[in-house]
């Protein structure tokens, strides 16, 4: 099973918003609206952001939403805050019973 | 919480068994998923145990090598890597996984340990 394909990094000023893609197949993304985002800071776990495409767990702000469009799901954050830099995964369930993670995608907030 | 065990240094070959106690939940309604990240790398799915039945998922790049199991008495989750490599250097990682077996709804992890490091060196 081969990862996801995010892009390596994004980058916005405050406020703008950042959209990070998120690439599988049909074997996995295309399959179930069983995707979910998870942020990551240095030197600390992960931290699920989005659950099922496009649930927020409670606690997450509302600029963060999710998307997703045959093979390919979006995390989406609206009014871009210097606390969001960080590393962005994605996960998929895939047809196997098995879960794919994403390369990852690092956020700057410039 | 999910607790997980100390940090460990390993020579080449030999075996690792990390634990992850979990608390303030009923550990059988739910899975355990196992996450590594090699340093400055991403994030890699390890494999998924049921507390509920026991049933195991592994990712294929870690059948044979890689062993999941559970102790419901205990409401712990161990993962054992048998000859272990340089390339096994990372943090290991343990998430609770609303998948618990045949039947879930949601198939997510929303609760994590802070990771276990363990060291692959001669």
């Known amino acids: 099973q081969s990862a996801l394909t995010q892009p390596p990094s994004v980058s916005g000023s405050p406020g703008q918003s950042v959209t990070i893609s998120c690439t599988g197949t049909s074997s996995d993304v295309g399959s179930y609206n069983r995707v979910s985002w998870y942020q990551q800071t240095p030197g600390t776990a992960p931290k699920l952001m989005i659950y099922?495409?496009?649930n927020r767990p409670s606690g997450v702000p509302a600029r963060f939403s999710g998307s997703k469009s045959g093979n390919t799901a979006s995390l989406t954050i609206s009014g871009l805050q210097a606390e969001d830099e960080a590393d962005y995964y994605c996960?998929?369930?895939?047809?196997?019973?098995?879960?794919?993670f994403g390369t990852g995608t690092k956020v700057t907030v410039l | 919480q999910l607790v997980q065990s100390g940090a460990e240094v390993k020579k080449p070959g030999a075996s690792v068994k990390v634990s992850c106690k979990a608390s303030g939940y009923t550990f059988t309604s739910y899975g355990v998923s196992w996450v590594r990240q090699a340093p400055g790398q991403g994030l890699e799915w390890m494999g998924w145990i049921s507390a509920y039945n026991g049933n195991t998922n592994y990712a294929q790049k870690f059948q044979g090598r890689v062993t999941m199991t559970t102790d419901t008495s205990t409401s712990t989750a161990y993962m054992e890597v048998k000859s272990l490599r340089s390339d096994d250097t990372a943090v290991y990682y343990c998430?609770?996984?609303?998948?618990?077996?045949?039947?879930?709804?949601?198939?997510?992890?929303?609760?994590w340990g802070k990771g276990t490091t363990v060291t692959v060196s001669s």
């Open positions: 099922e495409v496009s």
């Open positions: 996960i998929s369930y895939t047809s196997g019973s098995t879960y794919v």
């Open positions: 998430a609770r996984d609303l998948n618990y077996g045949s039947g879930s709804y949601f198939y997510y992890m929303d609760v």
